[in-house]
């Protein structure tokens, strides 16, 4: 159940990767509505502590290490810096932003271990695993390559093939090897320490079941694990980088980077409160404090099974009390890819962009992906700033700035009481109104609601638009004066308003129009939540400073910039990961687009083979019947194969481009006399065979016509 009337809020955004900058996909994901949830927390007094950082262990860092040719430490020393640079830049509000190389999370995480060895948490196991014998090391799972079963291709990894999408581990590999040394690894025994999730299941089981106000999406990932059944997980791993195991018997082996990224809260809140003279644990073991978690849905199940599995067996700190995960934002029709380069980078953007934070704060949070996923494009962002911020906002801030300069020299002009019943039922409205806003805000954004708050946000702009409409002040000023400077004060009464609520979500915005209204806070009206919805929040006689705009007009051809920017990736992209050439480049008219398509070239031809190798293979048509996706995988689909011979299951790494419901009854192109094999626990008897183009989508290959199903191929 949630909690009711927390006396303060543990509230905790997402441990990045040190390995490359943050873009607008994760901004959208967590950091933008933490932040939006905490500066609205702080506004309405509460205590709060928001806490976040860099991971900087496991192997994307080494990766990262390799490719740059610096070491695992340099890596996360360069992207640390400009990750928190840009944070601050963007007005990301933590209060502690740190990093888990830091002497107290490798001491808070180690004695997190120690505790649940001691209590005899862990299952000890012996199994075996690739080790490289030139490199001298064991190998994690990306730094294992190899042939793909799936779909052949030569460059696939040991979790996965990137290229079909298939998920994979190191055995199912064809002719693997080592990318440290090049050398065919072998199999050696190792120990490792497991935490048993399936005898804790029950206990897990109880603690998602109390929190059926969960969001769906969340809820609903963490029944579709438990459903499957939660099975022993590794919390210790063969590497050289990352936190030494605390045990004598342990050497060569670090804490898997799982169990020590969310420890990474606790080590975190830990600095922070020696910093400013506070008591951790009052965040972290008090039961009056409400723990909530802000991630993206890739990071669900670490965040709502297994590291609360953790703290119910270290056994004294709190579980967290929601997880509000956003799904994920594409950009310009594709997924955001960073091996891609396919991203708004937050570092470009606020060099590109000088000033637009807000803007991009607004247009992130006005199109975020809370129940599904959503999509960022250039012209959207520019039809949201003039239509919305520009129009709406700023329209309704500047005349009301404006007019008072015009007609009262820029002085906050007092009000009457008027005599006319219509004039005094339209103030009535109007105040009573905007006297609502401020809860009807703040609940949504306790619920997690952060596109509803923003639309309501709008909706007083919009309201102080309204009043200006029908009272027409241009026009009263020259027959009735004080009517003119009551419709004057109501309109600067609701400008003060909105610095207050809009402060949350454009943060420099609040900033400038506190400014610009020289709203100052007193004894009796304090510039926060609490005081919101007042209709004196600016003293009668206050001196307004010069009028300035909030937002400027964006033009197309500034937007342009943007698109082509992306279009010279998009060209760019025509060239793999290693560097080879892709069929198909793009060339979408743009200079960089068309010498790039120039420049590339068809793929080499692989070995001829002869007619007698070409007829072993047995493809044929079928029509899918029945698709859902594998639990506990992001690839692949389940899908029935209608093959005229009473059907065949079929599983295909293909779930990021397609969804069940619209391959449903697609006629399809399959290898049918390929050997059954086991993924996922469960078996595939064929191969979809798809198309793949120059951006890495897939696309089916149905006959141009219907084709009766068994139809063979020749």
Not at 427 to 438: G, I, K, R, S, T
Request: glycine share 6%; proline share 6%; charged share 25%.
């Amino acid at each position: 159940m949630p909690l009711e009337n927390p006396q303060r809020f543990t509230v905790t955004a997402a441990l990045i990767y040190a390995n490359g900058p943050i873009h607008i996909g994760h901004l959208a994901g967590c950091y933008l509505p933490a932040d939006i949830y905490v500066r609205y927390l702080r506004s309405t007094g509460r205590d709060v502590a928001f806490i976040s950082g860099t991971d900087e262990h496991g192997v994307p860092i080494t990766i990262r290490a390799k490719k740059e040719g610096m070491t695992p430490q340099q890596v996360v020393d360069k992207y640390y810096t400009q990750i928190k640079d840009s944070f601050e830049q963007f007005g990301i509000s933590f209060d502690i932003y740190s990093r888990t190389s830091n002497p107290v999370h490798h001491e808070t995480s180690q004695q997190f271990f120690t505790t649940l060895y001691d209590k005899g948490y862990f299952d000890e196991e012996v199994t075996e695993q690739y080790f490289d014998e030139v490199a001298n090391q064991f190998l994690a799972d990306r730094y294992i390559v190899g042939t793909c079963p799936v779909c052949a291709n030569p460059n696939a990894y040991g979790d996965q093939c990137e290229r079909c999408g298939t998920a994979l581990s190191p055995n199912e590999l064809i002719e693997p090897h080592s990318t440290l040394s090049g050398s065919k690894p072998v199999k050696r025994q190792t120990k490792n320490w497991n935490l048993p999730l399936d005898r804790m299941q029950p206990d897990i089981e109880a603690y998602v079941n109390s929190h059926t106000e969960w969001k769906t999406n969340v809820f609903g990932q963490c029944q579709s694990w438990l459903k499957e059944g939660l099975r022993p997980r590794a919390m210790t791993r063969d590497l050289d980088w990352g936190i030494k195991v605390p045990l004598p018997d342990a050497d060569g082996k670090v804490l898997y980077v799982w169990f020590d990224a969310p420890i990474g809260y606790i080590s975190m809140t830990k600095e922070w409160a020696a910093e400013q003279g506070r008591d951790w644990e009052l965040y972290w073991k008090d039961q009056n404090t409400k723990l909530v978690h802000f991630i993206g849905k890739d990071n669900i199940v670490f965040h709502c099974i297994i590291f609360p599995a953790m703290l119910m067996a270290e056994g004294s700190l709190i579980l967290a009390d929601n997880v509000p995960a956003n799904e994920f934002m594409n950009l310009e029709g594709d997924k955001i890819s960073t091996s891609r380069n396919w991203a708004v980078w937050l570092h470009e953007y606020l060099d590109d962009l000088p000033g637009k934070q807000d803007v991009l704060r607004y247009v992130l949070t006005a199109n975020a992906p809370e129940t599904k996923d959503s999509e960022f494009t250039w012209k959207d962002f520019q039809t949201r700033n003039n239509s919305e911020l520009v129009a709406i906002l700023g329209n309704f801030v500047n005349r009301a700035v404006v007019l008072t300069h015009k007609f009262n020299g820029g002085v906050v002009p007092g009000t009457s009481v008027s005599d006319d019943e219509t004039q005094l039922a339209l103030d009535h409205a109007l105040l009573d109104e905007l006297a609502q806003y401020p809860d009807r805000i703040g609940q949504a954004i306790e619920q997690y609601r952060f596109r509803e708050a923003l639309g309501l946000l709008l909706d007083v702009a919009r309201l102080g638009n309204k009043y200006f409409a029908e009272t027409e002040p241009w026009k009263v000023a020259k027959t009735d004066p004080q009517r003119a400077n009551t419709v004057l004060n109501r309109a600067l009464q609701i400008a003060a308003n909105l610095a207050i609520l809009c402060e949350p979500f454009l943060p420099f915005t609040a900033e400038k129009l506190r400014a610009q209204l020289n709203l100052m806070a007193s004894p009796d009206r304090k510039l926060d939540w609490t005081n919101a919805g007042r209709a004196d929040l600016l003293v009668e006689g206050t001196q307004l400073a010069p009028a300035e705009l909030l937002f400027a007009k964006l033009e197309d051809d500034f937007i342009q910039l943007q698109i082509d920017k992306l279009n010279k990736t998009k060209a760019m992209n025509a060239i793999d990961n290693a560097g080879a050439p892709i069929s198909g480049a793009p060339t979408d008219g743009t200079p960089e687009a068309l010498e790039q398509a120039a420049e590339t070239t068809i793929p080499a031809p692989k070995d001829t083979i002869t007619y007698d190798d070409f007829v072993k293979l047995d493809i044929r048509i079928g029509t899918i019947t029945e698709a859902e996706r594998v639990p506990k995988s992001d690839k692949l689909l389940k899908l029935r194969v209608d093959d005229g011979m009473g059907g065949r299951q079929i599983l295909s790494g293909i779930a990021k481009h397609f969804t069940p419901e619209e391959l449903i009854g697609q006629q399809v192109t399959f290898l049918a006399n390929l050997a059954p094999r086991k993924m996922m626990g469960q078996e595939s008897q064929g191969m979809i065979l798809m198309a793949e183009d120059a951006d890495g989508s897939l696309a089916l290959l149905p006959p141009h016509k219907a084709v009766w199903n068994g139809g063979t191929v020749s």
